[in-house]
């Protein structure tokens, strides 16, 4: 858990340019028709996600886990045109039931049945948190598992949330813009263009910046050491400065390190909700434990003011 200052974002007139600029210069896909889950994952329920503030609503899906649950997950997709149904295969939503976790899928803007972006992404994310929250219930704690650019947004508004226990990212690059400097040189001028025009928005998306600021109990980050566009250094320095740890799958390229070495990936993000919960709990203890011996305390000074008089 760290404790540098939040980033300032950019003001509303910056975010909504250089958001059309973002998008623009984003590898576009093809809508997909939201899905249902496959019989597998029932019991299940789509739902639909307010936009606090904004226009539209976003899809999900709710994987409700056997009573009692110890914990709830917002599931956030990579850039990719499936959206939540890429949480359907691969078996991290049966790891987190099995787990005890609820798990909310959620569409990002423009994917499966979601309204159209409005503003950066992790207005989507704070969104579906605050979606969570109210599902979950007030007294359980709440995780985030992001997927490439689903763990890039949610550093954006995991940096603004104090509800939020634990996070596991997969892939995610300390920058979209220097990832597609990366992996699509032919827009390189639109890129610079971004960073010269819009340079708050620039050093906002920067999410080395909010991993620094993330007050989290417990994280993690994974990424393979064949990916191109987020380089093993990266992840250790994202590890480094939200205070977690890493793992490089050795030979992964992006999007391949679940598949690649999924029973070690699964026990890293439950173990890392785990950890979360019980450093949380130990804080809250330490808490209760200081504010009974400030009671205490105070008391005394009581009862040998009145003895006195």
């Not at 019989?39 to 409700?64: C, E, I, K, Y």
């Given at each position: 858990m760290t404790t540098s200052a939040v980033p300032g974002r950019p003001p509303a007139w910056e975010e909504r340019c250089a958001n059309r600029l973002f998008l623009f210069l984003s590898p576009h896909l093809?809508?997909?028709?939201?899905a249902d889950p496959p019989p597998r994952l029932a019991p299940w329920q789509n739902l639909l996600v307010p936009r606090p503030g904004a226009d539209g609503v976003l899809t999900a899906t709710w994987f409700a886990a056997p009573a009692p649950a110890r914990g709830a997950v917002l599931l956030l997709h990579p850039w990719v045109k499936w959206g939540k149904t890429y949480f359907h295969r691969l078996g991290r939503i049966e790891a987190l039931r099995a787990a005890g976790y609820h798990a909310l899928a959620l569409d990002l803007g423009g994917f499966g049945g979601s309204s159209p972006p409005a503003g950066f992404f992790d207005r989507d994310v704070a969104a579906g948190l605050a979606f969570l929250r109210r599902q979950a219930g007030p007294s359980l704690p709440l995780h985030v598992w992001g997927i490439s650019s689903?763990?890039?947004?949610?550093?954006?508004?995991?940096?603004?949330?104090?509800?939020?226990?634990?996070a596991f990212f997969e892939e995610t690059s300390p920058h979209l813009l220097e990832w597609s400097w990366r992996m699509v040189p032919s827009?390189?001028?639109?890129?610079?263009?971004?960073?010269r025009a819009f340079l708050r928005a620039y050093g906002f998306l920067d999410i080395r910046r909010h991993a620094a600021a993330l007050r989290l109990a417990a994280v993690a980050y994974v990424s393979g050491s064949a990916d191109r566009g987020v380089l093993p250094a990266e992840t250790r320095e994202l590890a480094r400065l939200a205070g977690?740890?890493?793992?490089?799958?050795e030979g992964a390229g992006h999007l391949r390190c679940f598949g690649e070495a999924r029973a070690e990936l699964l026990a890293m993000a439950l173990g890392t909700?785990?950890?979360?919960?019980?450093?949380a709990q130990s804080f809250r203890a330490s808490l209760a434990g200081a504010a009974a011996a400030a009671s205490t305390v105070s008391s005394e000074d009581l009862l040998g003011s009145s003895l006195k008089t």
């Amino acid at each position: 858990m760290t404790t540098s200052a939040v980033p300032g974002r950019p003001p509303a007139w910056e975010e909504r340019c250089a958001n059309r600029l973002f998008l623009f210069l984003s590898p576009h896909l093809p809508r997909t028709a939201p899905a249902d889950p496959p019989p597998r994952l029932a019991p299940w329920q789509n739902l639909l996600v307010p936009r606090p503030g904004a226009d539209g609503v976003l899809t999900a899906t709710w994987f409700a886990a056997p009573a009692p649950a110890r914990g709830a997950v917002l599931l956030l997709h990579p850039w990719v045109k499936w959206g939540k149904t890429y949480f359907h295969r691969l078996g991290r939503i049966e790891a987190l039931r099995a787990a005890g976790y609820h798990a909310l899928a959620l569409d990002l803007g423009g994917f499966g049945g979601s309204s159209p972006p409005a503003g950066f992404f992790d207005r989507d994310v704070a969104a579906g948190l605050a979606f969570l929250r109210r599902q979950a219930g007030p007294s359980l704690p709440l995780h985030v598992w992001g997927i490439s650019s689903g763990g890039y947004w949610a550093h954006l508004a995991l940096s603004r949330s104090c509800d939020v226990t634990g996070a596991f990212f997969e892939e995610t690059s300390p920058h979209l813009l220097e990832w597609s400097w990366r992996m699509v040189p032919s827009r390189r001028a639109g890129y610079s263009f971004f960073r010269r025009a819009f340079l708050r928005a620039y050093g906002f998306l920067d999410i080395r910046r909010h991993a620094a600021a993330l007050r989290l109990a417990a994280v993690a980050y994974v990424s393979g050491s064949a990916d191109r566009g987020v380089l093993p250094a990266e992840t250790r320095e994202l590890a480094r400065l939200a205070g977690g740890r890493h793992l490089v799958v050795e030979g992964a390229g992006h999007l391949r390190c679940f598949g690649e070495a999924r029973a070690e990936l699964l026990a890293m993000a439950l173990g890392t909700f785990r950890r979360a919960e019980e450093a949380a709990q130990s804080f809250r203890a330490s808490l209760a434990g200081a504010a009974a011996a400030a009671s205490t305390v105070s008391s005394e000074d009581l009862l040998g003011s009145s003895l006195k008089t």
